[in-house]
């Protein structure tokens, strides 16, 4: 039996369905975010929306870590890349991601060597290899991919590696709900929490979510069943007049995470006082650089970097999709200025983005649900 | 280019799957210091970082993201 067979039973996705229907209140409207890109995916993939009542609706969040790069930091990596003798790397995605100065496809295209990897530990191989060059990892991700660069950072300073070094971006999970929270324009009723971000935080760091706003938030997995459960988990919530912190994806996600990375993202990284999102603006204590005692792998100490501030393009309406106040189909300029092919915004680059998912699976969601979940 | 390594792929239909936040369940077959050689359902083969999963053997199933070893996984009982 393949692992994830059980996971995308179509009985169990009806009657998990009818039980979520059974618990709504008459008349009441349900808004619960999927914090996370990977949840966007799959609830694109597989139709998820189409197992739910009219009345629940599944709102997209910022977790997706490409999209919410500023067109400015980019244009960092693009400078980084210029120099003479630097090799950059970087994951998939992040080389169609618009900066002001065009992506990182287009300047490999003007002379840049920039290289994908599929891990930060492939990019310090690629410094062992090449050991006249520099080379830089340009990190994104949450806390799902911060451990890897921190893990990668203390193989370089045991191996004393030296042409290495990391143009962190790595985002924290929390702040960017505290700040859709805080957000006016947006009304929820729940959080399904991060499955894999949680793995590594655990589920305690949301504790405020509950005590602090009344929300339930729980953590889910990636099939199409555990997001259909977590709604349910949800509902029965409600349902009992509880709001908790629960967690769905126990047969991986630990409550309080898993400490030995915990200790390594303390012992690598410390806290910006401040970073900017995009679309989201600066956000306090959201984003991790390179801690003091690791100064000399940090490619912006080492580089001298044009650090602007570039505005997104004005049809852009990616921000308003981040915090998911705008559906991906209601920007101006979606499915005909931007596309996959030619993105303007960063939620179109990345297939967990909101509009790519959306773009790709869409229109035909509810076919590929009868031909793949209820095969 | 050599033959991508499990999970290493970025294709249109799945895309980048470190930038998707995604991990993948991957099984040890041998040990080689902090690095495991491990195998998915399809056999392909990838080595993995441990340090952040503690001493692992073959046999023990990982989360594995971008490389790197960030959960073990529990027992899943099988036929429920
Ligand atoms: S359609 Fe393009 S510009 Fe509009 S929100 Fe989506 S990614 Fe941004």
Not at chain 1, 52 to 63: D, Q, S, T
Not at chain 1, 167 to 188: E, G, M, N, Q
Not at chain 1, 217 to 231: I, K, T
Not at chain 2, 19 to 25: K, L, P, Q
Request: aromatic share 8%.
């Amino acid at each position: 039996m393949r692992f994830v067979d059980e996971f995308r039973d179509p009985e169990l996705a009806e009657v998990l369905g009818r039980q979520i229907t059974s618990l709504c209140e008459p008349g009441r409207h349900y808004k619960i975010m999927e914090v996370c890109g990977g949840h966007t995916h799959t609830i694109y993939r597989y139709g998820v929306q189409d197992h739910l009542p009219e009345n629940i609706e599944l709102v997209h969040g910022p977790g997706c870590p490409v999209c919410v790069i500023p067109m400015g930091r980019v244009d960092d990596g693009i400078a980084i890349a210029e120099r003479d003798g630097v090799i950059l790397t970087c994951f998939g995605d992040m080389m169609r991601v618009p900066g002001g100065r065009g992506s990182f496809l287009e300047a490999n295209a003007r002379g840049a060597d920039i290289r994908m990897v599929y891990s930060p530990l492939d990019a310090l191989r690629i410094a062992r290899d090449n050991p006249d060059r520099e080379v830089v990892f340009y990190a994104i991700g949450f806390e799902t991919t911060a451990p890897s660069t921190a893990l990668t950072i203390l193989r370089a300073a045991k191996e004393g590696i030296e042409n290495f070094s990391v143009f962190c971006s790595h985002v924290t999970i929390i702040p960017a709900i505290k700040a859709i929270l805080d957000s006016p324009d947006l009304r929820l009723d729940a959080f399904i929490g991060p499955g894999h971000v949680s793995t590594v935080i655990g589920c305690r760091p949301y504790e405020w979510i509950p005590r602090d706003f009344g929300m339930p938030l729980v953590c889910a997995g990636f099939e199409p069943l555990d997001l259909l459960q977590s709604v349910y988990m949800i509902m029965k919530q409600f349902s009992e007049g509880r709001a908790e912190v629960e967690n769905q994806y126990s047969r991986v996600v630990a409550y309080d995470g898993n400490p030995v990375a915990l200790r390594v993202l303390a012992d690598v990284f410390a806290l910006r006082p401040f970073f900017e999102w995009r679309g989201l603006g600066s956000i306090a204590h959201s984003a991790l650089q390179l801690s003091p005692r690791y100064a000399q792998y940090d490619a912006e100490l080492r580089y001298e970097l044009p650090g602007v501030r570039v505005a997104d393009p004005k049809a852009c309406q990616c921000g308003e999709v981040l915090k998911g106040v705008l559906k991906p189909w209601e920007c101006k300029v979606f499915g005909t200025a931007c596309t996959p092919e030619t993105p303007i915004g960063t939620c179109m680059v990345s297939s967990e983005g909101a509009c790519a998912a959306y773009y790709n699976y869409g229109q035909y969601a509810k076919q590929r649900l009868n031909l793949e979940v209820l095969r | 280019m050599s033959e991508p390594e499990v999970g290493a792929t970025c294709s249109a239909e799945d895309g980048c799957i470190t930038c998707g936040d995604v991990a993948v369940v991957l099984t040890v077959t041998s040990v080689a210091d902090a690095d495991a050689v491990c195998t998915d359902e399809q056999g392909r083969q990838e080595t993995v970082a441990t340090e952040l999963v503690g001493d692992v053997r073959p046999g023990d199933r990982l989360l594995v993201h971008a490389g790197v070893a960030i959960e073990r996984l529990t027992a899943v009982p099988t036929g429920g």
